[in-house]
């Protein structure tokens, strides 16, 4: 029997082991296919469709090659052709990778690790066999015409191989082909083969980006590529998050260095003031992946985001304990600090909360996964704030406190300046402080925003400022580009290019999966399949019945059966036996079903292939009709469950709903953001003029960013709920500050106050934010300057919403009662100065404050 000791010995090692392997999982989630469509769009379940009729071998894999000319010209001249049919066959029979002895080799090649149908290419030497000789072009059994060309009895679509076709008007045949592509598609089998084909096809991509021929060019396509250029487009912005900490720190230093402060403490707090939102990314990162959340790439856009609004409260935070009664005790002091601070960064902390919190809530992938990370590190850094960073302030100012015991006494003028600190102090005489210095400067602005006609014209501004965001909102264009999300020198930019110049243009197939078909043997039935057929042939901009891959056709065709009933399963097996006549090639097309002593009682399931051809039609727009005319058509044979699938098909559904979607989402993010406010600031002119500010501003960022040539694509999206969230920071502050102040006030002078009070941090808070994305300016990628365009326009909106329009609104609509029982010299000035507050106490509290005050400085003198 075991002892204790050992089992519990046992369980501890198993729990850190399991420790060990959780740490090192990383679920990376980079296929924009899934990513950027909705979770609930009918191309997953296409998707599935797809996967399924496939996976009953093990999965399907696919590559692209497209292969141009270094002219760009035409690709059968003799030795382009002649290169480009020996690139084929050394791609599929000669370039190898090691395979660790799988089927006794070595080093194995595609055509070793294929299996299925593995012929794609094969049209390429054939073509090139019959067009290097003349008189063969012209042979009758030998028809090189597109999309399809024949050869004796037999049809091979080229369409989907060849673009940027001419054909020679006199002949029929093709003249001039600019863009050939090689198909790469096999089953996966089993996850050693798997495995091995992973590894044959990131070989490729080494070889593709060091190809270097005399004439050819040579550019990859697949589903991992795309994630791989994916990935590098979201990492590349790592290399700038440095330099982004290194300027915010700085800033902090710079501005928050004052003459009576020493050097230590200012570099200490710029320190201490970004190590939150640090410890915040990592704490985030850490939790939800530990959670097995995926990480993907446009997740990297978020410390950026997280370091801008934790050194916001800094700010804050810092100002306000600037602001004490430095004769109080220090918890006296930090009680006042965050009674001050608490509630306006509160305010900002959670309509950043709600407004990605409701982002988590869309239906696409990507969007939800970003809010769900900025979210919670929304969060995370709001707790550290009022936690870490408190404490350490705590510290730092017992430090201080240390050494300024240490130093040589203060000369007597200084009593001035501690005295006015007391008439600053926010709560220490035990009622509100009274107004600022009338003659100040800020004193003097709101003045100037009272008077009418300076709102006149504010308002002539703004009235200018809305038009041109309103042309803006009306121009933005719905589209979805995947070139958005890689770097401006991916290669799949080239790839891009080659596809919607010549391949979309030309030909883009469509699959079409008829999973319940009925008895094909019966004659009835078969006219229903090939009418099904010519529905989707018939369509706007297809390519027509030679576009067409249907092995139906051809087997009806060369077994002369279609009056003919007996034997038609028994035949169809073996001419799908038969690779000389061409049917073995339709194999990877049906889905036999057979009794267990191998007899073929039927078809279980079967595909097709058709072509469409946009021409100059070709966008996205144009997509989006297409693929609803095919579902409707695929509707229409629901009793055989027919689905349509096309690769591209999750973009258009992205399409589809991005603008309803973004509309929905934005309407109920500013309605919370203003219930969220209303808790918070309970004042009816508060709430009003920051709902107007706030939807001034986001205005004004939607569209200014089209203006801005930026389009309404998922990103756009995640960017319209960051600028909601972070419109509030500018206005809340100013809302919240004005609220509190005491209604018996002029207008002017709560303003005032607001603006004295809050007005510099957010001053700060906007220079730092756009000092942390400042080094993203580099960085060549769409995705990210959508993300620095955006808070580049909500960071100068906001200040200026913040400082200018949003006081002058509040002072139009707030209140206005001016109290009349003023003295003379109250009404000339609206504000008592500093001097006669120190000199004319206000109350008994304030007297006494003082009177300490002056006692403590002559005691340090006299002693």
């Excluded at 909360?353 to 590190?377: H, R």
């Excluded at 229409?636 to 258009?652: L, M």
Aim: charged share 20%; aromatic share 12%; hydrophobic share 40%.
């Amino acid at each position: 029997m075991k002892s204790p000791g050992h089992v519990i010995s046992l369980k501890i090692r198993d729990f850190f082991r399991q420790t060990g392997v959780l740490v090192y999982r990383f679920h990376e989630e980079n296929r924009i296919w899934y990513l950027y469509s909705p979770a609930q769009a009918q191309s997953h379940y296409e998707h599935a469709v797809a996967n399924e009729f496939f996976n009953d071998r093990g999965g399907k894999f696919w590559l692209e090659v497209t292969i141009t000319a270094q002219d760009m010209d035409n690709l059968l001249r003799r030795d382009y052709l002649d290169g480009v049919d020996s690139l084929s066959e050394y791609l599929q029979y000669n370039f190898t990778v090691p395979c660790d002895g799988y089927l006794g080799k070595e080093e194995c090649s595609f055509s070793d690790l294929c299996s299925g149908q593995c012929n794609d290419n094969q049209v390429i030497p054939l073509f090139n066999l019959i067009y290097r000789n003349a008189s063969s072009r012209l042979h009758p059994n030998f028809r090189l015409t597109y999309p399809t060309m024949h050869l004796y009895n037999d049809e091979y679509y080229v369409g989907e191989h060849f673009a940027g076709v001419k054909i020679d008007p006199k002949t029929n045949v093709i003249s001039r082909v600019k863009v050939v592509v090689l198909y790469f598609r096999t089953d996966r089998q089993n996850p050693q083969v798997s495995g091995l084909i992973d590894r044959w096809e990131q070989n490729l991509f080494d070889y593709a980006e060091h190809f270097d021929h005399p004439t050819l060019n040579m550019t990859i396509n697949s589903d991992a590529m795309i994630a791989r250029e994916v990935r590098i487009n979201g990492f590349s912005c790592i290399p700038f998050f440095g330099f982004s900490v290194i300027a915010v720190v700085l800033f902090i230093f710079v501005t928050n260095k004052r003459e009576h402060f020493v050097m230590s403490h200012s570099i200490v707090m710029s320190i201490l003031g970004i190590a939150g939102p640090l410890m915040a990314i990592g704490t985030t990162c850490g939790f939800l992946l530990l959670f097995g959340l995926p990480f993907n790439s446009i997740v990297l856009v978020m410390p950026f985001l997280i370091i801008g609004v934790g050194c916001d409260d800094v700010f804050i935070i810092i100002h306000a304990m600037r602001k004490t009664d430095k004769s109080q005790s220090l918890e006296h002091q930090i009680a006042e600090t965050m009674e001050e601070a608490g509630p306006s960064i509160t305010v900002t902390s959670a309509t950043n909360i709600l407004s990605f919190g409701i982002g988590i809530l869309t239906p696409t992938p990507a969007i939800a996964l970003f809010c769900l990370y900025t979210c919670i590190a929304v969060a995370v850094d709001f707790i550290y704030q009022l936690t870490f960073f408190v404490a350490v302030l705590v510290y730092e100012e017992k430090r201080l406190e240390a050494m300024r015991e240490k130093k040589p006494l203060e000369p007597a003028e200084n009593t001035t300046k501690q005295v006015l600190s007391i008439q600053q102090s926010i709560r220490s005489t035990g009622v509100h402080p009274p107004p600022a210095n009338p003659n100040g400067i800020v004193a003097k602005y709101c003045r100037f925003l009272k008077d009418w006609r300076t709102r006149v014209v504010l308002l002539f501004i703004l009235t200018l400022y809305w038009s041109a965001s309103i042309w803006g909102c009306q121009k933005m264009q719905i589209k979805m580009d995947t070139t958005n999300l890689i770097m401006k020198d991916s290669p799949l930019n080239d790839v891009a290019y080659i596809y919607e110049t010549y391949l979309w243009s030309e030909g883009q197939l469509v699959l079409v999966f008829v999973n319940n078909p009925p008895d094909l043997s019966e004659e009835r039935n078969q006219h229903e399949m090939l009418e099904l057929v010519n529905r989707f042939e018939n369509l706007p901009y297809s390519m027509g019945k030679n576009s067409t891959s249907i092995w139906l056709r051809s087997f009806l065709y060369q077994s002369s059966l279609y009056h003919e009933t007996r034997g038609f399963y028994k035949l169809l097996d073996e001419w799908l036996q038969d690779s000389e006549n061409g049917g073995a090639r339709w194999n990877d097309m049906l889905r036999l079903e057979k009794s267990s002593n191998g007899t073929t009682l039927g078809i279980d399931k079967f595909m097709f292939a058709t072509a469409c051809a946009m021409g100059e039609d070709a966008n996205w727009s144009t997509r989006e009709k297409l693929q609803k005319q095919w579902r409707a058509v695929a509707n229409e044979y629901s009793h055989f469950n027919v689905s349509v699938f096309q690769s591209y098909s999750f973009y258009v559904d992205q399409l589809d709903s991005i603008g309803s979607t973004t509309m929905s989402t934005v309407v109920v993010a500013a309605i919370t953001m203003d219930l969220a406010c209303l808790f918070m600031i309970p004042g009816l002119a508060s709430i009003l003029s920051s709902s107007i500010a706030m939807f001034s501003i986001n205005l004004g960022v939607f569209g200014l960013l089209s203006v801005w040539d930026v389009n309404l694509d998922p990103i756009t999206m995640c960017t319209t709920l960051m600028s909601i969230g972070f419109s509030v920071d500018f206005t809340a502050h100013i809302s919240y500050h004005y609220y509190r102040n005491p209604r018996s006030w002029t207008t002017d002078e709560r303003l005032a106050d607001a603006l004295k009070g809050i007005g510099w941090p957010m001053i700060q808070a906007a220079s730092s934010t756009l000092l942390c994305i400042a080094p993203l300016l580099l960085n060549d990628s769409y995705m990210v300057s959508v993300f620095v365009k955006t808070i580049f326009l909500v960071t100068i909106l906001g200040i200026l919403h913040g400082i200018i329009f949003l006081p002058a609104l509040l002072l139009t609509v707030g209140n206005s009662e001016e109290i009349e029982e003023k003295p003379k010299s109250v009404e000339q000035g609206s504000f008592s100065s500093a001097k006669q507050l120190v000199t004319e106490p206000n109350s008994e509290t304030e007297l006494r404050a003082i009177t300490e005050i002056q006692i403590q400085v002559k005691d340090r003198k006299s002693g």
